[in-house]
């Protein structure tokens, strides 16, 4: 008989790994204990030799399919007789944190209590130990209810008793709820009325998005603004009310089956739609669709249903599809809260859907890819932040805040990278509180004390301007290596390559504006071995969002006088 501590490291939190642990200790005759801690879960185990190696083998061979082991320490140790097996409360006593798990869609056994266990008939928020809310919903580790937005919603009984029994698949399963004890919809009508009464809700729903009204609903890490692809109006006003011109807009289909009577899906493409991320898939169109969805192009970003709300709803349309994009002005971050949604869409929406439970993470619909059977993340956010980017190096306490467009920031704690969500483009004013907001508070929760920032080369991106205002040493990072590096970085490749980066503007080491450039470099240092040819750059950052301007000012550059008395005309007052 003896006894030994294990300390797991790695995604073991927020997935059911502790009812996972409870249970095969129980069948593999081991006494001890099983608890959270702020940086890993730690098992005491007591038992004979073999049933301790089965045990631990069992762990790594058996875990949930969402854990993620990344390390499991084992030291014998000097203890008395340990009783039955348990699953003792969580303890924070470091500065070190494990993982956070991602928001995850709705399981398949959540569906199916959604139909037939009678306190969650029609509950809108159904959800288990494997699926739901994390980091949308998350406040601090170690991952327990009181540090959750679910906070507030007190258990019923029944949904206590699940909560406390290991043998359930709910045991500790944080936003655990039904319909007597959990959050709630209300429908907000423009005209002012309220419905409430969720199946109410999804036949008013249902029947406002049928006839062309836009409807606003609060998804998981924001809201969407919801309409019919098959209509006309309710596209043109779509538009018109987020000041989106041409950008395409992501749908949101039925199933699988209506998805396939207008995209193709391939066998990688598939499991990717049908994954606990549940992204949006970037899918070449076999069916035209109407040119306000997608702006005439030959594809379109789509994904599956991911809350038990979203099956709910189709449940009650005729249409397989909706336009499920994200419930923001153009440049603005998505809307979380339900005040600010009453107020910014009036005249976009035609009626507002809120719950009650806050959302604490701001996070949109991540986007995919995939190329050459390899799955590209486009748009990094809900189903994938926070997981960690590995490292072989030691980043603790740097920060890189990123660039000014699409913006996105880094947090180093030990040798990991923890990346944000996506956050947008700096430039307008509510994105760059988003970005200062999220910064702090993954700060807080991955208890990160900066000692170093990294920034954009360039000196008036805000980004660059907030790492320079920390007191902090600060490094300078040149645009297109950064990205030659981060490729490097997530392939573990630590050697000298040569790197092409073709990516809009990034201030040059000789004062100008680069553009396109050929690098021989590693992680540290660059050489710039070629480049595309200096031009005019006309009307400054207009011509990044109007590309047109580039391909005059190359043509004057190859033609000059020609160009301009033969094409000068249509420029003129631009």
């Excluded at 005729?318 to 339900?338: Q, R, W, Y």
């Excluded at 976009?348 to 959302?359: F, G, H, Q, S």
Aim: proline residues 5%; negative net charge.
């Amino acid at each position: 008989m003896k006894t030994l501590m294990l300390h797991i490291r790695g995604l073991v939190q927020g997935i059911g790994f502790r009812p996972f642990i409870y249970k095969i200790a129980l069948n593999s005759c081991i006494k001890g204990y099983v608890q959270n801690l702020s940086d890993c879960v730690v098992i005491a185990a007591q038992g004979k030799d073999e049933d301790i190696s089965i045990f631990i083998e069992r762990i790594r061979s058996e875990a949930p399919v969402l854990a993620r082991i990344e390390e499991i320490t084992v030291q014998e140790v000097e203890s008395e007789e340990l009783g039955e097996f348990s699953i003792r409360e969580s303890e924070d006593y470091t500065e070190s944190v494990t993982d956070i798990s991602p928001d995850i869609a709705v399981c398949e056994l959540c569906l199916k209590d959604l139909k037939e266990q009678p306190h969650r008939v029609d509950y809108p928020f159904v959800n288990c130990t494997f699926c739901g809310p994390r980091f949308s919903i998350i406040k601090g580790v170690p991952y327990d209810r009181p540090k959750t937005t679910m906070a507030p919603f007190r258990m019923c009984p029944k949904c206590a008793e699940e909560y406390a029994d290991p043998s359930d698949r709910r045991f500790h399963a944080q936003p655990l709820a039904c319909n007597s004890c959990g959050p709630s919809y209300t429908l907000y009508m423009m005209d002012g009325k309220e419905i409430t009464g969720i199946n109410e809700i999804l036949e008013a729903t249902a029947k406002m998005l049928e006839k062309g009204s836009v409807v606003a609903v609060k998804g998981i890490g924001g809201f969407h603004l919801a309409c019919n692809p098959f209509m006309e109006e309710p596209l043109r006003k779509l538009r018109s009310g987020k000041r989106r011109d041409g950008k395409p807009f992501a749908l949101m289909f039925r199933d699988l089956e209506a998805l396939k009577e207008y995209a193709f899906v391939d066998e990688e493409e598939e499991k990717l739609l049908l994954s606990a991320v549940s992204p949006i898939v970037l899918l070449k169109l076999c069916r035209k669709m109407l040119p306000g969805v997608n702006s005439g192009l030959n594809t379109i970003g789509a994904m599956l249903p991911y809350m038990p709300f979203h099956y709910m709803l189709f449940e009650r349309l005729d249409i397989t599809a909706l336009v499920m994009t994200s419930g923001n002005i153009s440049e603005e971050p998505v809307v979380i809260s339900n005040s600010e949604a009453l107020e910014t869409f009036r005249g976009i929406a035609d009626a507002v859907l809120c719950y009650n439970r806050d959302i604490y993470n701001r996070v949109d619909d991540s986007v995919t890819a995939v190329y050459a059977g390899q799955v590209v993340t486009l748009r990094r956010s809900r189903g994938l932040v926070p997981s960690p980017v590995n490292l072989s190096q030691d980043v603790d306490g740097i920060v890189a805040v990123g660039a000014e467009l699409k913006n996105c920031f880094a947090v180093g704690k030990g040798n990991k990278a923890i990346l944000s969500q996506h956050i947008g483009d700096l430039k307008n004013a509510e994105t760059l509180s988003f970005f200062e907001e999220s910064l702090e508070r993954f700060r807080s929760i991955y208890r990160v004390d900066p000692v170093l920032f990294a920034c954009d080369k360039h000196p008036d991106y805000l980004s660059s301007i907030f790492a320079h205002k920390s007191g902090l040493p600060v490094t300078e990072v040149q645009h297109h290596h950064a990205h030659i590096a981060s490729c490097l970085a997530e392939h573990n490749i630590d050697r000298e390559v040569i790197g092409v980066s073709f990516d809009g503007v990034g201030l040059g080491d000789d004062g100008a504006v680069w553009g396109g450039e050929f690098l021989v470099c590693d992680l540290v240092q660059y050489r710039r071995f070629t480049h595309l040819k200096y031009v005019n750059l006309p009307g400054g950052d207009r011509a990044s969002v109007e590309p047109w301007r580039m391909a005059a000012a190359y043509l004057y550059d190859i033609a000059g006088e020609v160009f301009s008395r033969e094409y000068g005309q249509f420029f003129k007052g631009v």
